[in-house]
């Protein structure tokens, strides 16, 4: 072995050093992340809201370590904005469907099915706190994402014609409501 060949090895064992030790801690927290996320899940499943926000709270600890453009930080976040949605709490899940949505969009770029439903989860909750003005043009951008990635008669089109639908029910455009709510019936019916 040359003294180039012993500097290198001598480099590379130096790096191991300093970077194995954060990968084997960035698995861990992988595989407690995974563990918090699926107790969430089946607490949710039960019933039992305070255990499910108790997990997503720390598989967020966990997530927050994996780096600010993590897609899991995303997945984290919007699932926890969704629980705090469901339980009224809307001024503590816009912040975090805001977030996630940011990550997305830089992590996939503009036009990414998961982009889409990160503008559709924060456009419901814009249309159920009564800012329809702001709900619609993320549900227009969420559709139209999907109708180019997935396909028009995907079952994920269908949601965001439902959720349009409501948003024009609400602001008494029956007939604009009823033509939405058409379309996403026909693709409910389609058999798959």
Same mark, same amino acid.
């Given at each position: ?91 503590? /899940? =816009? ?5 996630? $949505? !940011? +990550? #997305?969009?830089? @992590?996939?770029?503009?036009? &990414? *099915?998961? %982009? ?18 702001? /709900? =619609? ?5 969420? $559709? !139209? +994402? #999907?109708?180019? @990635?997935?396909?028009?008669? &995907? *079952?994920? %089109? ?18 604009? /409501? ?8 026909? +693709? #409910?019916?389609?058999?798959?």
């Amino acid at each position: 072995m040359t003294a180039e060949d012993r500097r290198l090895a001598a480099g590379l064992a130096a790096a191991l050093a300093l970077f194995l030790p954060l990968s084997l801690a960035v698995r861990a927290g992988e595989a407690e992340w995974h563990a918090h996320m699926k107790a969430a899940a089946a607490a949710g499943q039960r019933g039992d809201r305070a255990g499910a926000l108790a997990s997503l709270a720390a598989a967020l600890k966990e997530a927050e370590a994996f780096g600010e453009t993590d897609l899991r930080l995303a997945v984290t976040l919007n699932d926890l904005a969704v629980l705090h949605q469901f339980q009224g709490r809307y001024s503590q /899940a =816009e912040p975090l469907y805001e977030r996630a $949505l !940011a +990550i #997305r969009e830089r @992590a996939h770029g503009p036009e &990414h *099915p998961d %982009v889409a439903h990160s503008l559709n989860n924060l456009a419901v909750l814009f249309s159920v706190r009564g800012r329809h003005a702001e /709900a =619609e043009p993320l549900f227009r951008r969420s $559709l !139209a +994402i #999907r109708e180019k @990635a997935l396909g028009l008669e &995907h *079952p994920a %089109v269908a949601t965001v014609l439902e959720n349009i639908a409501s948003l024009y029910a609400a602001l008494g455009k029956t007939d604009e /409501a009823k033509q939405f709510a058409d379309r996403a019936a026909k +693709i #409910r019916a389609l058999k798959r």
